[in-house]
């Protein structure tokens, strides 16, 4: 080891607060973590801190959990004192999955609460993000935002170069940079010393031999940690080296070199180092859906809160919101029991939101005093002119941007209840026409022709759907070609105008292979719903009821084989990728990384994260699918785009699942994801127009994504002054409340954000660039006036709420059309497949303890040989490291069998011990490690 290499040791825990044990489980765990820590604090020099994760969440639960007042206030110095470091996170939420309001909002709260801890500001510049399953593009000018000018990251990371560097400058989408420290060996690879005291130091110079390499300083990190560790240690104990220090985020960053540091681009969701999971994108589809309707919900009462000024609790809904994002949560990868959690959460949320929208509306009307009648409320920033059809009404969307709009013509779907057609009556028939478009039914098949192409014989289907058998688990989707068929039951005409046009298509799909054998088949019935109207935007809503698991429904948009980027919205912009992920290293990486990459890597990856629409950009035009709630997209081998509806598994994690190298997680079984038994929706759009103009694309997907919120006013005789004059007829009345020209967020009382998604000055605003504006500031002319005209005052520091309780009797606001949550109850029968899965499980259990009572006669037999054959202590360290991978297996599959009839809280005692056989058996793979260096030394 060279003289100048030092070891910079952090003291943290990772903490999953829900897993595979919900809060009301872990949180007992945070006592013991809390109560432990104050004790090696007490004992340990100033030197000594601990991280807390990176976020808050991990004090509020705790704060929340306790009783004990002392510590509470003891743990608050501590904080004050910075010898426990908290934020600037509120929590580790998954930035794949959480939508530009949800980061946003994660930051702030974050750094309120350190606010309120009493943090000092400059202890708040690192973010500490070491297990977060990869990063969208604009992290590094959101962090700056906020202040934060320093980033600590393991996964994801996509470094180029041929040998990856501890020192990075990320710079993300805009150019903006922070200096950032890649945890190439993970964030525990000093974990636990206190329980291999006799080797604590061999293990500190092994882990400094195989890190400096990769430091320009010489400055190598070691993290004396674990998930759900709830047994804090001062390394410094153990520890004889004098190089060997103890270390805070801050202070390492202070003693890194960053001269010659690597630069990573944009955003880091590889797999090459450590696994970002892929599979996380499509599991528990549910999940995703009802956090983007809930947080739609929530955005809207923002926004009216914003506007009215009335008061509303809506920071409350927000923390609650984030709890759910946490990255093991909406990513699916947690026991049953937490998800089902989350959905009645979500519920929750949701229905309150949906009430401060209804009180917000109220006092918005009565602000403008507007008579009773049909209106809609825009958040979009463009102006359209078209008639908008959804599956229920088609109305004339006439608006010139964020607006609120008297609408006079409007009509409610009815359908026609005329004879069903099968497919053969509209063989070749013309469906649909409109400026941008031409479809036609042909053999089973939507073709779509755009007219604007650049091609004029350009045609393609759309609507396909793909069945494929999966073989992977909660965390890593593994596909394999299935057969399938696939059969158009009936189609019909809802609803037919010169404005709309609304199809009823019901299909089968099932695979044919399985059908013939003993193994569960796959089928799945589909009503969908085909809205055509006057935009590029064909609607496309699918009903689905499932049997049969492991399996993954897609949804083919054909890009008709053409050449061309992906292109994909991620927060705050839209990004270009290949098709294929290149640069994997596969089962056998560098020999320099070999002993340094211990944790699951991805040695395949063909799905990619998106959140709204992807497409393709081709010399013929744009063409992209978009999607509300959907997160996944991969492209075949024929260029065509599909998009993830239902991907169905059992496990959490499985041993050896092909794309995937090393563990994910808890082999625990969890029938709920498979989704069966549940009716999904999923809406889905197809944007048709050959134009190359992506600021066009957006503009139709924001009214896809943020549709106008449709609602009626009524209110009692003589509620409004009876002298009331209006400048206008009704139904040409239209106020503008902001002025904006590019997208935008309410974000707070008085604020609100920015941003250009495109790679080109737009608006305000240059490339990819996130700024904030005061709200007083964008209120226009036209609100004002028209408050004015009402006899209320302008005000350009804000607008107050103006509604009294007289106010709120006399009025009633009723919505026609505004975000839906979904619970997507279970409604099939699964009790045979419950209790044949049991069966399962009690073998798999009767086998597992076989293995390991035979593992522990070989250690028996180790030990009464080893004066005569001379058996190595590493003979034993590898037979224990075997029984207690065994063991831990072994309670992975109990837990699995007591939760089919039990409570997470009523087998604590079974998941403390798991917990603590985890950590166990993590200590011993660095010693088994350790053996594995002498060997290759000798």
Same mark, same amino acid.
């Given at each position: 080891?060279?003289?100048?290499? +030092?070891?910079?040791?952090?003291?943290?825990?990772?903490?999953?607060?829900?897993?595979?044990?919900?809060?009301?489980?872990?949180?007992?765990?945070?006592?013991?973590?809390?109560?432990?820590?104050?004790?090696?604090?007490?004992?340990?020099?100033?030197?000594?801190?601990?991280?807390?994760?990176?976020?808050?969440?991990?004090?509020?639960?705790?704060?929340?959990?306790?009783?004990?007042?002392?510590?509470?206030?003891?743990?608050?110095?501590?904080?004050?004192?910075?010898?426990?470091?908290?934020?600037?996170?509120?929590?580790?939420?998954?930035?794949?999955?959480?939508?530009?309001?949800?980061?946003?909002?994660?930051?702030?709260?974050?750094?309120?609460?350190?606010?309120?801890?009493?943090?000092?500001?400059?202890?708040?510049?690192?973010?500490?993000?070491?297990?977060?399953?990869?990063?969208?593009?604009?992290?590094?000018?959101?962090?700056? $935002?906020?202040?934060?000018?320093? %980033?600590?990251?393991?996964?994801?990371?996509?470094?180029?170069?041929?040998?990856?560097?501890?020192?990075?400058?990320?710079?993300?989408?805009?150019?903006?940079?922070?200096?950032?420290?890649?945890?190439?060996?993970?964030?525990?690879?000093?974990?636990?010393?206190?329980?291999?005291?006799?080797?604590?130091?061999?293990?500190?110079?092994?882990?400094?031999?195989? &890190?400096?390499?990769?430091?320009?300083?010489?400055?190598?990190?070691?993290?004396?940690?674990?998930?759900?560790?709830?047994?804090?240690?001062?390394?410094?104990e153990f520890l004889k080296n004098d190089s060997a220090?103890?270390?805070?985020?801050?202070?390492?960053?202070?003693?890194?070199?960053?001269?010659?540091?690597?630069?990573?681009?944009?955003?880091?969701?590889?797999?090459?180092?450590?696994?970002?999971?892929?599979?996380?994108?499509?599991?528990?589809?549910?999940?995703?859906?009802?956090?983007?309707?809930?947080?739609?919900?929530?955005?809207?009462?923002?926004?009216?809160?914003?506007?009215?000024?009335?008061?509303?609790?809506?920071? &409350?809904?927000?923390?609650?919101?984030?709890?759910? $994002?946490?990255?093991?949560?909406?990513?699916?990868?947690?026991?049953?029991?937490?998800?089902? &959690?989350?959905?009645?959460?979500?519920?929750?949320?949701?229905?309150?939101?949906?009430?401060?929208?209804?009180?917000?509306?109220t006092s918005l009307m009565n602000m403008l005093q507007?008579?009773?009648?049909?209106?809609?409320?825009?958040?979009?920033?463009?102006?359209?002119?078209?008639?908008?059809? #959804? @599956?229920?009404?088609?109305?004339?969307?006439?608006?010139?941007?964020?607006?609120?709009?008297?609408?006079?013509?409007?009509?409610?779907?009815?359908?026609?209840?005329?004879?069903?057609?099968?497919?053969?009556?509209?063989?070749?028939?013309?469906?649909?026409?409109?400026?941008?478009?031409?479809?036609?039914?042909?053999?089973?098949?939507?073709?779509?022709?755009?007219?604007?192409?650049?091609?004029?014989?350009?045609?393609?289907?759309?609507?396909?759907?793909?069945?494929?058998?999966?073989?992977?688990?909660?965390?890593?989707?593994?596909?394999?070609?299935?057969?399938?068929?696939?059969?158009?039951?009936?189609?019909?005409?809802?609803?037919?105008?010169?404005?709309? $046009?609304?199809?009823?298509?019901?299909?089968?799909?099932?695979?044919?292979?399985?059908?013939?054998?003993?193994?569960?088949?796959?089928?799945?019935?589909?009503?969908?719903?085909?809205?055509?109207?006057?935009?590029?935007?064909?609607?496309?809503?699918?009903?689905?009821?499932?049997?049969?698991?492991?399996?993954?429904? %897609?949804?083919?948009?054909?890009?008709?084989?053409?050449?061309? @980027?992906?292109?994909?919205? $991620?927060?705050?912009?839209?990004?270009?990728?290949?098709?294929?992920?290149?640069?994997?290293?596969?089962?056998?990486?560098?020999?320099?990384?070999?002993?340094?990459?211990?944790?699951?890597?991805?040695?395949?990856?063909?799905?990619?994260?998106?959140?709204?629409?992807?497409?393709?950009?081709?010399?013929?035009?744009?063409?992209?699918?978009?999607?509300?709630?959907?997160?996944?997209?991969?492209?075949?081998?024929?260029?065509?785009? +599909?998009?993830?509806?239902?991907?169905?598994?059992?496990?959490?994690?499985?041993?050896?699942?092909?794309?995937?190298?090393?563990?994910?997680?808890?082999?625990?079984?969890?029938?709920?994801?498979?989704?069966?038994?549940?009716?999904?929706?999923?809406?889905?759009?197809?944007?048709?127009?050959?134009?190359?103009?992506?600021?066009?694309?957006?503009?139709?997907?924001?009214?896809?994504?943020?549709?106008?919120?449709?609602?009626?006013?009524?209110?009692?005789?003589?509620?409004?002054?009876?002298?009331?004059?209006?400048?206008?007829?009704?139904?040409?009345?239209?106020?503008?409340?902001?002025?904006? @020209?590019?997208?935008?967020?309410?974000?707070?009382?008085?604020?609100?954000?920015?941003?250009?998604?495109?790679?080109?000055?737009?608006?305000?605003?240059?490339?990819?660039?996130?700024?904030?504006?005061?709200?007083?500031?964008?209120?226009?002319?036209?609100?004002?006036?028209?408050?004015? &005209?009402?006899?209320?005052?302008?005000?350009?520091?804000?607008?107050?709420?103006?509604?009294?309780?007289?106010?709120?009797?006399?009025?009633?606001?009723?919505?026609?059309?505004?975000?839906?949550?979904?619970?997507?109850?279970? #409604?099939?029968?699964?009790?045979?497949?419950?209790?044949?899965s049991r069966k399962d499980l009690k073998r798999l259990?009767?086998?597992?303890?076989?293995?390991?009572?035979?593992?522990?006669?070989?250690?028996?037999?180790?030990?009464?040989?080893?004066?005569?054959?001379?058996?190595?202590?590493?003979?034993?360290?590898?037979?224990?490291?075997?029984?207690?991978?065994?063991?831990?297996?072994?309670?992975?599959?109990?837990?699995?069998?007591?939760?089919?009839?039990?409570?997470?809280?009523?087998?604590?005692?079974?998941? %403390?011990?798991?917990?603590?056989?985890?950590?166990?058996?993590?200590?011993?793979?660095?010693?088994?490690?350790?053996?594995?260096?002498?060997?290759?030394?000798?």
């Amino acid at each position: 080891m060279s003289k100048e290499a +030092e070891g910079h040791i952090i003291c943290h825990t990772h903490w999953d607060r829900e897993w595979f044990a919900p809060t009301q489980v872990t949180n007992e765990w945070l006592l013991e973590l809390f109560d432990n820590l104050e004790k090696v604090i007490e004992r340990a020099d100033e030197e000594f801190v601990y991280v807390l994760d990176g976020q808050t969440l991990v004090v509020e639960d705790f704060m929340k959990a306790s009783s004990n007042t002392s510590l509470k206030e003891r743990i608050k110095e501590l904080i004050a004192e910075q010898r426990l470091i908290i934020g600037p996170l509120y929590a580790q939420i998954d930035f794949r999955l959480s939508s530009e309001l949800t980061i946003l909002k994660n930051l702030e709260m974050g750094r309120k609460d350190m606010q309120v801890y009493k943090v000092p500001s400059e202890a708040t510049k690192v973010a500490w993000m070491v297990d977060n399953f990869g990063f969208v593009g604009q992290i590094p000018q959101l962090l700056k $935002m906020f202040d934060i000018g320093y %980033a600590t990251i393991w996964r994801g990371v996509d470094d180029s170069s041929k040998k990856p560097a501890l020192e990075n400058i990320w710079q993300g989408s805009d150019s903006t940079e922070v200096k950032t420290l890649f945890l190439i060996g993970g964030y525990r690879n000093l974990y636990n010393l206190s329980s291999t005291r006799k080797v604590a130091n061999e293990r500190y110079e092994l882990e400094i031999e195989k &890190s400096k390499p990769f430091s320009f300083s010489g400055k190598v990190p070691l993290l004396d940690g674990y998930d759900l560790d709830t047994q804090p240690e001062n390394p410094k104990e153990f520890l004889k080296n004098d190089s060997a220090l103890l270390s805070s985020p801050s202070k390492i960053f202070e003693k890194l070199d960053f001269s010659k540091a690597h630069i990573l681009h944009g955003e880091q969701i590889s797999g090459k180092y450590a696994c970002t999971f892929p599979g996380t994108l499509s599991t528990r589809i549910y999940l995703k859906q009802q956090a983007y309707y809930t947080e739609k919900l929530i955005k809207i009462a923002q926004f009216l809160r914003l506007v009215t000024g009335i008061d509303q609790d809506i920071d &409350s809904l927000w923390r609650e919101y984030v709890k759910n $994002m946490v990255h093991d949560n909406i990513c699916g990868v947690g026991i049953d029991y937490v998800h089902s &959690s989350m959905e009645r959460s979500f519920q929750t949320i949701s229905n309150t939101a949906r009430e401060l929208i209804r009180t917000g509306l109220t006092s918005l009307m009565n602000m403008l005093q507007l008579p009773s009648g049909t209106y809609s409320l825009n958040l979009s920033n463009y102006a359209y002119n078209t008639w908008y059809s #959804t @599956d229920k009404y088609c109305f004339k969307l006439n608006t010139k941007g964020t607006t609120l709009s008297y609408i006079d013509m409007m009509h409610k779907m009815e359908d026609r209840k005329g004879e069903k057609q099968d497919q053969m009556s509209l063989k070749c028939g013309l469906l649909w026409e409109n400026e941008f478009y031409k479809a036609n039914f042909s053999d089973n098949r939507v073709i779509v022709s755009p007219k604007n192409a650049q091609n004029a014989e350009n045609s393609f289907e759309v609507g396909e759907l793909m069945l494929l058998e999966e073989t992977g688990d909660a965390y890593t989707t593994s596909r394999k070609i299935m057969d399938f068929e696939v059969k158009v039951k009936s189609i019909r005409v809802q609803y037919l105008t010169k404005h709309n $046009m609304i199809l009823e298509l019901n299909r089968e799909i099932w695979n044919t292979t399985d059908l013939q054998s003993s193994k569960k088949g796959v089928f799945i019935r589909t009503k969908e719903i085909i809205i055509f109207d006057e935009t590029p935007v064909i609607k496309w809503k699918i009903k689905t009821r499932a049997k049969g698991t492991n399996y993954v429904l %897609a949804f083919r948009g054909t890009t008709h084989k053409q050449e061309g @980027d992906v292109i994909a919205k $991620m927060p705050f912009e839209i990004v270009r990728r290949g098709r294929k992920v290149q640069n994997l290293f596969g089962k056998n990486p560098p020999p320099s990384l070999k002993s340094v990459l211990l944790a699951a890597r991805e040695l395949e990856s063909h799905t990619f994260p998106f959140q709204g629409f992807v497409g393709i950009d081709s010399p013929n035009g744009l063409f992209s699918l978009f999607a509300r709630g959907l997160k996944e997209y991969s492209v075949s081998d024929n260029g065509d785009i +599909e998009i993830t509806l239902i991907r169905s598994v059992e496990w959490i994690a499985k041993r050896n699942v092909k794309g995937r190298i090393g563990d994910a997680g808890p082999l625990i079984y969890v029938p709920s994801a498979s989704c069966e038994g549940r009716d999904l929706n999923f809406n889905l759009g197809i944007y048709v127009d050959g134009q190359n103009r992506i600021d066009e694309l957006y503009k139709w997907f924001t009214l896809f994504d943020d549709p106008p919120l449709l609602f009626r006013f009524r209110q009692r005789k003589g509620a409004i002054d009876p002298e009331m004059e209006y400048e206008k007829a009704m139904g040409d009345l239209e106020i503008k409340i902001i002025d904006m @020209d590019v997208p935008w967020l309410p974000f707070s009382d008085d604020e609100v954000i920015v941003f250009n998604p495109f790679s080109f000055d737009y608006g305000c605003l240059k490339a990819y660039k996130i700024g904030t504006r005061k709200f007083k500031d964008l209120v226009s002319n036209e609100l004002e006036c028209f408050l004015a &005209s009402t006899k209320h005052e302008c005000r350009r520091e804000g607008i107050n709420d103006l509604v009294n309780e007289k106010d709120r009797k006399v009025r009633q606001i009723s919505f026609i059309e505004i975000p839906y949550f979904q619970s997507f109850k279970q #409604t099939g029968n699964s009790t045979d497949r419950i209790v044949a899965s049991r069966k399962d499980l009690k073998r798999l259990s009767a086998n597992m303890q076989s293995e390991i009572r035979r593992e522990k006669e070989n250690l028996r037999h180790l030990k009464d040989t080893s004066d005569d054959s001379g058996k190595s202590k590493c003979d034993f360290i590898k037979v224990r490291h075997k029984i207690l991978t065994l063991q831990r297996t072994y309670q992975e599959i109990k837990i699995s069998s007591l939760l089919l009839k039990k409570t997470p809280f009523q087998i604590k005692d079974v998941l %403390a011990k798991f917990n603590k056989t985890r950590a166990k058996r993590r200590v011993y793979d660095y010693l088994v490690e350790i053996c594995s260096s002498k060997k290759s030394k000798n």
